[in-house]
């Protein structure tokens, strides 16, 4: 068992909003693994983060996506910083992996930038810029295909991913 893909970005590209689509499309179900580690800890990555700090969170998430990556089908959508982590950097080796990219005009209207976003509770727009600058190398080199999500629907980047895969399965 393998996901038939998997999304990583920065916050406010879309990887869950368009893992759903992607998944209707595909005719499949879509697992989030930031809502599965919420779901799993029953408290919110905020709350995870102010009391137990970035680095439980980050153990969490690193358990949950090798779990995902080895045990999902269909589409898996990361949490953002997911994929700095070498060990998951090592696990999507051979998984079919799409960067959803996005600027931060894009971003900025997605995702308010709200306190619900631990990283960027600190001046948001400066805070996603710097993550973004930082993570892109790595988004990139992970990536089989980089879609770019600026100012387009779900179900338009979705068709593009299926076009990019092969077609509908």
């Given at each position: 068992?393998?996901?038939?893909?998997?999304?990583?970005g920065?916050?406010?590209?879309g990887?869950?909003?368009?893992?759903?689509?992607?998944?209707?499309?595909?005719?499949?179900?879509?697992?989030?693994?930031?809502?599965?580690?919420?779901?799993?800890?029953?408290?919110?990555?905020?709350?995870?983060?102010?009391?137990?700090?970035?680095?439980?969170?980050?153990?969490l998430?690193?358990?949950?996506v090798?779990?995902?990556?080895?045990?999902?089908?269909?589409?898996?959508?990361?949490?953002g910083?997911?994929?700095?982590?070498?060990?998951?950097?090592?696990a999507?080796?051979?998984?079919?992996?799409v960067?959803?990219?996005?600027?931060?005009?894009?971003?900025?209207?997605?995702?308010?930038?709200?306190?619900?976003?631990?990283?960027?509770?600190?001046?948001?727009?400066?805070?996603?810029?710097?993550?973004?600058?930082?993570?892109r190398?790595?988004?990139t080199?992970?990536?089989t295909?980089?879609?770019?999500t600026?100012?387009?629907?779900?179900?338009?980047?979705?068709?593009?991913?299926?076009?990019?895969?092969?077609?509908?399965?």
């Open positions: 068992m393998a996901p038939e893909v998997v999304l990583i920065p916050p406010g590209s990887k869950t909003t368009v893992g759903a689509a992607l998944a209707d499309a595909l005719g499949t179900m879509c697992h989030d693994t930031d809502a599965a580690v919420e779901q799993a800890q029953g408290r919110t990555i905020a709350d995870i983060f102010i009391e137990a700090g970035e680095p439980a969170f980050r153990t998430e690193r358990a949950e090798a779990r995902a990556l080895r045990e999902e089908t269909g589409v898996v959508a990361l949490g910083g997911a994929p700095m982590d070498p060990e998951t950097q090592a999507l080796a051979g998984h079919t992996v960067f959803l990219d996005v600027g931060i005009s894009d971003a900025s209207k997605r995702i308010g930038f709200d306190q619900s976003r631990p990283l960027l509770s600190v001046n948001p727009r400066a805070s996603w810029t710097r993550l973004m600058n930082e993570r190398p790595t988004y080199r992970l990536a295909h980089v879609v770019d600026a100012t387009r629907t779900p179900e338009d980047i979705a068709a593009e991913i299926v076009a990019l895969l092969g077609g509908a399965r």
